[in-house]
């Protein structure tokens, strides 16, 4: 199955720099889109954080890294890459003319991925001319220290590239955790309401643990979920994120929870409470504060040999298995 050398990231903010520094620490070039005008100052950032985060992690790292290339055109980046991540805004209409482009240049045998938090991959394929090479895999923020990735098919998707993604998610040190049933939001992103899953038949108790075990909870470990959705924004903070998420949230990811109209004074209401929240660190501080418990939260959890702590000592493993052999 596909080696990945290089990989095109298309969108390079939050989740798209975060790809980022996790496939730059593990050897795989990376070529960028991104038409903002601040993206290239934006992505250095995330990747200079994660460098001091894989620093501190862990004591192993591999022994080459990756090298960043900056493109004009989603297409520009495509071509030449074996894996091609789209994290472009959460808008089926915006993806699908991403992927129509990103198809001009790709390589026959190049994986296209979505990072949606939700998107059902079979809308996003209707207009693909190989729609059949398309998944989405979903991580989580920081991506450089979240291991949790879900893996979801949609209806022309090839079985294969979830087999090979278990594989090569598991080979960049992340959980991957296939997603049988494709169903909106996914499993983590649906949590609220664990019990209709399993009734439902969407997933296992097993894999319902997983999906909190080895993403959101790490960060609820130490902070809450309305300054975890600040982070998301990116320099942005809330409102930001409100922005690009907003729309999601009247999709019926669940039974239980009526959705507030995000009016333009509710959305400055809930900008203002948590920017007094974050009190005088930015979101680049709260990043950073971010980043050091995380590290010692997966410390911990490595030292008692469970959850992701295991995908940690797996992965520096591989890495010590790698540099032996070189």
Request: one cysteine or more; glycine letters at 8%; charged letters at 25%.
């Amino acid at each position: 199955m596909l080696e990945v050398k290089t990989a095109a990231i298309i969108g390079g903010g939050v989740i798209g720099g975060g790809w980022s520094a996790r496939l730059l620490e593990n050897g795989i070039d990376v070529r960028v889109y991104d038409p903002a005008p601040d993206a290239q100052a934006k992505l250095e950032a995330v990747l200079a954080n994660a460098e001091q985060a894989f620093a501190a992690l862990s004591k192993i790292r591999s022994t080459k890294r990756g090298s960043v290339s900056w493109h004009q055109t989603a297409a520009a980046a495509a071509g030449g890459a074996d894996l091609i991540i789209e994290s472009v805004p959460e808008r089926p209409d915006v993806k699908r003319a991403v992927y129509a482009e990103i198809e001009t240049a790709a390589a026959a045998d190049a994986i296209i991925t979505s990072s949606t938090s939700g998107i059902m991959p079979t809308e996003l394929q209707t207009e693909m001319k190989h729609p059949e090479r398309l998944m989405v895999a979903h991580p989580f923020n920081p991506v450089y220290l979240l291991p949790l990735v879900e893996l979801v098919a949609g209806e022309k998707t090839d079985a294969k590239y979830i087999e090979w993604g278990k594989r090569f998610f598991t080979g960049i040190g992340m959980h991957p955790l296939h997603c049988r049933v494709e169903i909106e939001g996914f499993l983590s992103d649906r949590l609220q309401e664990a019990l209709w899953l399993l009734h439902d038949k969407v997933a296992t108790a097993e894999e319902i643990d997983a999906a909190i075990a080895y993403g959101p909870g790490l960060r609820w470990a130490q902070m809450g979920t309305m300054q975890t959705f600040h982070l998301a924004g990116g320099e942005g903070g809330m409102r930001a994120m409100l922005a690009m998420f907003g729309p999601c949230l009247k999709w019926p990811w669940t039974k239980l929870m009526d959705v507030p109209e995000l009016s333009d004074e509710f959305v400055d209401e809930v900008g203002e409470q948590c920017e007094q929240q974050a009190g005088d660190l930015t979101p680049r501080d709260l990043e950073r504060v971010r980043d050091s418990n995380l590290i010692a939260i997966l410390q911990a959890l490595k030292g008692n040999n469970w959850g992701a702590g295991k995908t940690l000592a797996r992965y520096e493993r591989q890495l010590f298995e790698a540099a032996n052999d070189a």
